[in-house]
C-alpha cells in the first residue's frame, strides 16, 4: 500500500494554485504584449480599423485563455489546500464573474452569442448550396 505524506501533498497543491496563477497571469501580460504589438504593427502597414478589429480580439482571446487558468488555479485552492463554506461561496462568485466575462467578450470577438453559432452554421451552409445550385454550368460540352 501506497501512503502519502499530507504535507507533501498540501506543498504539491499549493505549487500546483502557484503554477496556475502564475500561467494565467503571464497569459494575460504576453498576450496583451503580442497584440499591441500586431496592432502596431498592421496600423503603419495600412487600415487601422481592421487593425484594431484584429487587437480587440486577439486581446480579448489572451485575457479567456488567463482567465481559465486563474479559475483553475481558485478551484484547486477552494476544493483542495482549503475547503471552507467561504472559499466555497468565494470560488461559485469567481466562476460566475468568469462566465458572464467569457460570454461577453465571445459575443466581442465573434459578433454573435454562442449558442446561436449552430444556427449560423446551418444558414451558412444553406446559402452555399443555394449558390451552388445557382451556379450555371460551366464545364464545358459533354462528350458522349
Known sequence: MITIDADWLNAFFR???IG????????ILVGAALATWLFAKRARAGDGTQA???FRSAL??????GLEFLVAGDIVKSLVI???????IVLAGLVLVRTFLSISLGV????HWPWEETRMAREKARMAREK?????DDTGPKIT
Open 15 to 17: 505549487l500546483a494554485v
Open 108 to 111: 466581442e470577438i465573434n459578433g
Open 20 to 27: 496556475l496563477e502564475l500561467a494565467g497571469t503571464l497569459t
Open 60 to 65: 480579448g482571446r489572451s485575457i479567456l485563455l
Open 82 to 88: 482549503n475547503p471552507t463554506l467561504e472559499d466555497l
Open 132 to 136: 451552388a445550385r445557382m451556379a450555371p
Open 52 to 54: 484594431y478589429s484584429a
